[in-house]
Nanobody, 130 residues
Framework: QVQLVESGGGLVQAGGSLRLSCAAS????????MGWFRQAPGKEREFVAA????????YYADSVKGRFTISRDNAKNTVYLQMNSLKPEDTAVYYC???????????????????????WGQGTQVTVSS
């Protein structure tokens, strides 16, 4: 069982930056692939970024590529999302998620589909004003 708690959201002006954190419980965090998703009002949840359990591979949605960076610190059981050059369209509730190890996952597997994730945090609001 893994519990995830996001933090770091808030209100920021367009062009600004925020860093989201996702703290995970459990001693097996380092074996979980992690991801960030977001959901804006009236829209479906969408993939933002993912990182392999080793941290050796990352993957980003086209909408955030070059602006957001996902990273993890397995010693601290934490995954981060550094968000730069924020735009009003980045406004959403941001969720982190954890995918348990599977036989077909390698050190570099990134998980981009929500249905493949096993655990979700409660979300943190990010609001970008124009």
């Amino acid at each position: 069982q893994v519990q995830l708690v996001e933090s770091g959201g808030g209100l920021v002006q367009a062009g600004g930056s925020l860093r989201l954190s996702c703290a995970a419980s459990g001693r097996t965090f380092s074996s979980y692939a992690m991801g960030w998703f977001r959901q804006a009002p009236g829209k479906e949840r969408e993939f933002v970024a993912a990182i392999s359990w080793s941290g050796g591979s990352t993957y980003y949605a086209d909408s955030v590529k070059g602006r957001f960076t996902i990273s993890r610190d397995n010693a601290k059981n934490t995954v981060y999302l550094q968000m730069n050059s924020l735009k009003p369209e980045d406004t959403a509730v941001y969720y982190c998620a954890a995918a348990a190890p599977r036989a077909d996952y390698s050190d570099y597997t990134v998980v981009i589909f929500g249905y493949e994730y096993d655990y979700w945090g409660q979300g943190t609001q990010v609001t970008v004003s124009s």
